[in-house]
T-cell receptor
C-alpha cells in the first residue's frame, strides 16, 4: 500500500505562492494522486487530481515528477481563506477502496 | 451542488449505548463511505458501500457495522459504544461504480463523545 508523508505544518503570508510536497515512495503503477482541503468544522473538499506531469485547475497546480515518488501541490497567491489542512491521497483507479490512504495532512496557516 | 448531510453535528453518548449515525446524499451516488478522523492520524476508512445492501470493510471496521437499505442513505452503527470511539465521523459519497479516483463529497461531520 502506498503510504504518504507530508509536512505537519507550514506557514505563509498573503500573496505568496505555497508549495506542499507529498512523498509516496511506494506508489503503484495504477495509483492516482489526489489532494483535498479541509476547513475547520467541515468535511474535506476535493482540490485536484493527477497521474503524471502537471495538472492545473482554477484552484491549484499539481506537479508530479517522472518517477512519481512525490508530488507537489502549488497554491498561487494564497489568501487568509486558504488556511486549512491539506491532504495528499494515493490510491488505485480500479477497485479496492480500502487501499485509499489519507495521510495526517499538512496544516497551512496563512498570515496577513 | 452535491449535498451530503449527517444527522447530527454533535452527539454525546454513554459507554455501552447503541449509536446510530445517519448520512444522506442527494446526487444518486453509487458509493458511500464512513471515515473517522482523529488528531495526527488523518482520515481512516471504516466501511464503504458500492450499492444498496452491499458493504465492504475499510481499515478499521472493528466495533462498527453499517447499513444501506436505500441508495441515498448510509448508516454507521456502534453496537456498544466505547470511550475509544470518541472521534469525528465523516460520511462521503462518490458517483462511480467502477473506479475509486472519482471525487468524494464529504458531509460536515459528526463529533461523537462517548462518556
Amino acid at each position: 500500500l502506498a503510504k504518504t508523508t507530508q509536512p505537519i505544518s507550514m506557514d505563509s503570508y498573503e500573496g505568496q505562492e505555497v508549495n506542499i510536497t507529498c512523498s509516496h515512495n511506494n506508489i503503484a503503477t495504477n495509483d492516482y494522486i489526489t489532494w483535498y482541503q479541509q476547513f475547520p468544522s467541515q468535511g474535506p473538499r476535493f482540490i485536484i487530481q493527477g497521474y503524471k506531469t502537471k495538472v492545473t485547475n482554477e484552484v491549484a497546480s499539481l506537479f508530479i515528477p517522472a518517477d512519481r515518488k512525490s508530488s507537489t501541490l502549488s497554491l498561487p497567491r494564497v489568501s487568509l481563506s486558504d488556511t486549512a489542512v491539506y491532504y495528499c491521497l494515493v490510491g488505485p483507479f480500479s477497485g479496492g477502496y480500502n487501499k485509499l490512504i489519507f495521510g495526517a495532512g499538512t496544516r497551512l496557516a496563512v498570515h496577513p | 451542488d452535491v449535498k451530503v448531510t449527517q444527522s447530527s453535528r454533535y452527539l454525546v453518548k454513554r459507554t455501552g449505548e447503541k449509536v446510530f449515525l445517519e448520512c444522506v446524499q442527494d446526487m444518486d451516488h453509487e458509493n458511500m463511505f464512513w471515515y473517522r478522523q482523529d488528531p495526527g492520524l488523518g482520515l481512516r476508512l471504516i466501511y464503504f458501500s458500492y450499492d444498496v445492501k452491499m458493504k465492504e470493510k475499510g481499515d478499521i471496521p472493528e466495533g462498527y457495522s453499517v447499513s444501506r437499505e436505500k441508495k441515498e442513505r448510509f448508516s454507521l452503527i456502534l453496537e456498544s459504544a466505547s470511550t475509544n470511539q470518541t472521534s469525528m465521523y465523516l460520511c462521503a459519497s462518490s458517483p462511480s461504480v467502477t473506479g475509486n479516483t472519482d471525487t468524494q463529497y464529504f458531509g460536515p461531520g459528526t463529533r461523537l463523545t462517548v462518556l
